[in-house]
């Protein structure tokens, strides 16, 4: 009988349990990240995979960029949406993110394996973007093909329709 029970408990404590949705992410070269090259003296960012990175006002679109942190609880709450949005803008609109403010290098790294990043991501441990992007987290820019900011959505992405609006309406691309 005892067993009965836990056999019970076990099925009611799995079957409340949510589904599993985790994606694997990889940390993956910025050599992708659409980018004037001869532009220089801004604020420069190394990889995520530890390559050479960007020089931010070099950067050229139509870009989607979010600014996100492995200790930002909201961050992590856009990246399903961020991940659906990358697998149909492919082609049409890059995206890239920036890590901000790390305690550790891997605080950055374990965050995009954990949650199926699979975009290039640009590395600020100290702070630096914060002149070209400003304060807070989340935040997420539209870079127009001159490298223009064309618009920018403070805080979280609250859904995979809220950021196909909006990066139509910035940078009027089709997703």
Same mark, same amino acid.
């Given at each position: ?8 408990? %076990? ?14 992410? !990889?940390?993956?070269? @910025? ?40 200790? @930002? /609880? ?27 403010? !790390?305690?550790?290098?891997?605080? /950055? ?6 949650? /199926? ?29 001159? /490298? ?17 609006? %909006? ?9």
């Amino acid at each position: 009988m005892r067993r009965a029970w836990i056999v019970i408990a %076990l099925l009611l404590l799995t079957a409340c349990s949510p589904s599993s949705s985790y994606v694997k992410g !990889e940390v993956v070269s @910025c050599d992708s990240i659409p980018q004037d090259k001869s532009f220089t003296g801004g604020v420069k960012m190394d990889c995520l995979d530890r390559s050479e990175g960007a020089q931010l006002g070099g950067l050229r679109g139509p870009m989607v960029v979010n600014v996100w942190g492995s200790w @930002c /609880g909201p961050c992590k709450e856009e990246m399903p949406y961020l991940r659906s949005f990358y697998e149909k803008a492919k082609g049409k609109v890059a995206l890239i993110g920036v890590d901000v403010e !790390e305690a550790t290098f891997d605080d /950055g790294r374990q965050f995009v394996e954990r949650n /199926g990043i699979t975009w290039p991501n640009l590395y600020d441990p100290d702070g630096r973007s914060r002149k070209y992007f400003g304060m807070g987290v989340p935040v997420t820019w539209f870079i127009a093909a001159d /490298g223009s900011v064309a618009g920018k959505k403070i805080g979280v992405i609250k859904n995979e329709a809220e950021l196909i609006t %909006l990066t139509e309406k910035y940078l009027g691309v089709r997703v």
